[in-house]
């Protein structure tokens, strides 16, 4: 006599190896697997959404402690100078950048189309600002066509910069700190610098003190911004 016994499905192994799974069990493995993708899928894009402004961060928080250190360290001025794509340290004295520095226009921040940057202290955006490789031509030292002591020098005395004196302390050329007074508001209405990505609700705030120290944050957009970038 043959008996018949539930329905199993057995998935890759032999019928004389441990039982298989039934079909219901497959079921309720599966709707565990969606849900918990569904639970986790508005977390994987905030975190996606928020490393390019992250990386924003970075970016301008290390131009600003290096410039910071070198100032107090080799007693000497040191600007933190913007361009459409980002920034880069400069010493005066010397007339050149860092020479540690590895900058590249094409991959830096503001070269991503839904990356922008606001320089509150300036009344102005990074669309305003000229591009690295664009100026890089006027500057001969740059391009190779100067030699000897001259290779390498450049002048950034039209450029938008902060620059480092000797005690770290700040000075805005052009423009004037936005109060830190605001970042220390929340929601933030105002700071420094602002970072923007687009189609993200939340911005990265960048309060630069007058004397030197750097702070961060994310929060949402100011309605006077958002009304901005709209127009």
């Not at 209405?189 to 702070?215: K, S």
């Amino acid at each position: 006599m043959i008996r018949s016994g539930p329905c199993r499905i057995a998935l890759g192994r032999t019928a004389s190896g441990p039982r298989g799974f039934t079909l219901i069990e497959l079921m309720v493995v599966v709707a565990i697997i969606v849900l918990a993708m569904g639970i986790m899928a508005p977390t994987l894009l905030e975190y996606f959404r928020n490393q390019k402004l992250k990386n924003v961060r970075v970016h301008f928080v290390q131009a600003f402690n290096v410039g910071r250190l070198m100032a107090i360290t080799e007693g000497s001025r040191i600007r933190v100078v913007f361009f459409k794509e980002g920034v880069r340290v400069y010493h005066v004295k010397n007339r050149e950048f860092r020479r540690e520095e590895e900058f590249i226009p094409e991959s830096a921040p503001g070269a991503l189309k839904q990356i922008s940057f606001n320089l509150r202290f300036a009344r102005k955006t990074n669309a305003d600002l000229p591009g690295y490789r664009e100026w890089e031509k006027t500057q001969p030292g740059l391009t190779g066509e100067a030699s000897g002591p001259e290779a390498g020098k450049c002048d950034v005395s039209k450029l938008i910069a902060i620059e480092f004196q000797r005690d770290g302390s700040v000075l805005w050329l052009p423009g004037d700190d936005v109060p830190t007074t605001l970042f220390n508001r929340r929601p933030i209405p105002d700071a420094d610098i602002i970072a923007m990505q687009e189609g993200n609700p939340e911005a990265l705030f960048i309060d630069l003190r007058n004397t030197g120290p750097v702070r961060t944050e994310m929060c949402p957009v100011p309605p006077s911004l958002m009304e901005a970038e709209e127009k």
